[in-house]
């Protein structure tokens, strides 16, 4: 990348997991009633022919790592595990009571916070209590976010004869300066441990994930550790840019100055060198962020134009509804999105009234539903057309007029009815979204509430 293409194409931006993005949902259109309407809609049409997903956000963790923005608790008292386990299966009950048909879950992710902060046996009783209320779809793809330091042998037998067979381990950076920075300490010996493990215990797709940009980061710290990783040879690589928004998440991102996070030419070196370290050691470039190995499936429903993305991230299947389950968790029913309450008495409390415990969300219009076609088109084949009557839409031309410029900078491609983002234009991808987003075209923030787009 130009030097120049990155002073002018590096704003800040969505990172795109929906359309419209959180920041732009209408809340004074959404309610309760508006919420379960859509999800019984979509799930009328779609639980049979592809089953649902679900995400389960599992919020605890035992010491803060600077890096993160995620919504967490922190804690060592082990004992919240069983209360909180509770509470999900209460959550569920209410969806299943109210969905009335029984679910075919063909999805499953355990997020967090730190999933593996749970007793194996807890997770159990988890998985457990949903499918008394479900049943697996005949080729389920069930995964789970791994820390490293905690994850055992019991966790990965248990889930894995649970259905899961995929798991990401957060890697970030194996430089001690940078993990002390990020207070993420946790050495080389216990990736491959947990990696070994996995890949001996039978799960079929094993995930790294890589940050760059992070604090006191040197260019030899992200070579040494796509080496390290690649030593592993895990199936995917998510190779992540460290967001630094600390005016959002607070004092969590504040263990360090803004000037030790590498920026500017900094920054684009580390994810240039990076990104070809990785090409270069067989991993194919994926959407954005990912690299996965030609066997990995991630890798094939790029190829076949199955892959999707949502809250979860990059997903290797589509499901027209997604329910989020948990503390902030949020859900998709395709017409409309809903979160749930983000601090956990609230969350609890909404539970002992046997109240669903959404607290915000919205309701997609035509416009939105169109719109978000595109932008995961994009995001997901680097190309989109308008030419099916279903996809075109009044405002194309302010579209085109915004990409225009994107064209002469050899970012994209302009056909009859169609567009095409070019190598050189994959690391601005989101950049490229942006011109399809009405709704930001229409409304620029006053202050700055996304991270950096390059």
């Known amino acids: 990348m130009a030097l120049s293409l990155i002073q002018k194409y590096n704003v800040a931006g969505p990172r795109y997991t929906s359309y419209p993005t959180v920041p732009y949902w209408d809340s004074t259109l959404f309610s309760a009633d508006k919420w379960s309407e859509s999800l019984l809609k979509s799930y009328a049409e779609s639980n049979h022919t592809e089953g649902i997903s679900l995400y389960i956000h599992l919020p605890f963790c035992e010491s803060l790592c600077t890096f993160c923005g995620c919504h967490k608790r922190i804690t060592k008292r082990h004992e919240m595990e069983a209360p909180y386990i509770d509470a999900v299966l209460k959550e569920w009950e209410l969806y299943t009571d109210f969905l009335v048909e029984r679910p075919i879950i063909k999805e499953i992710h355990l997020g967090g916070g730190t999933p593996t902060f749970f007793r194996p046996t807890e997770l159990q009783r988890l998985i457990e209590g949903i499918f008394a209320r479900a049943t697996k779809a005949a080729e389920p793809e069930f995964s789970f976010e791994g820390h490293p330091n905690n994850t ?111 920026s500017g030419d900094v920054k684009r070196q580390l994810y240039e060198t990076g990104k070809k370290h990785l090409l270069e050691a067989g991993y194919i470039e994926i959407g954005m962020d990912h690299f996965a190995l030609p066997s990995d499936s991630m890798y094939k429903a790029f190829v076949s134009h199955n892959l999707h993305r ?7 299947s589509k499901t027209q509804v997604m329910i989020g389950l948990g503390m902030s968790s949020i859900s998709d029913s395709w017409y409309g999105f809903a979160q749930n309450e983000k601090d956990l008495e609230v969350y609890y409390a909404r539970l002992e009234k046997n109240e669903i415990p959404v607290f915000r969300g919205h309701i997609l219009n035509a416009e939105d539903l169109i719109i978000r076609r595109h932008i995961l088109n994009l995001m997901c084949s680097f190309t989109t057309s308008w030419e099916e009557p279903s996809l075109q839409f009044p405002e194309i031309n302010e579209v085109l007029a915004h990409l225009k410029e994107m064209e002469n900078d050899g970012l994209v491609e302009i056909g009859k009815n169609r567009i095409e983002v070019t190598d050189r234009g994959k690391p601005f991808i989101r950049n490229i979204c942006m011109a399809f987003d009405l709704r930001l075209q229409r409304k620029i923030p006053d202050t700055k509430i996304f991270s950096m787009t390059v």
């Open 152 to 262: 055992t042998e019991a966790h990965l037998r248990i889930l894995y004869n649970l259905g899961f067979r995929r798991v990401s381990y957060g890697v970030q950076d194996y430089s001690p300066k940078v993990q002390q920075a990020i207070h993420r300490v946790q050495p080389y010996e216990n990736v491959k441990r947990v990696t070994e493990a996995a890949r001996s215990i039978g799960y079929t797709s094993i995930s790294h994930d890589l940050v760059f940009g992070l604090p006191f980061q040197t260019l030899d710290d992200v070579l040494y550790t796509i080496d390290r990783s690649n030593s592993l040879r895990p199936d995917r690589i998510a190779f992540y840019s460290y967001a630094h928004v600390p005016w959002i998440k607070g004092s969590g991102q504040r263990g360090f100055k803004d000037e030790d996070v590498p």
């Open 310 to 316: 949502n809250f979860m991230g990059y997903t290797a």
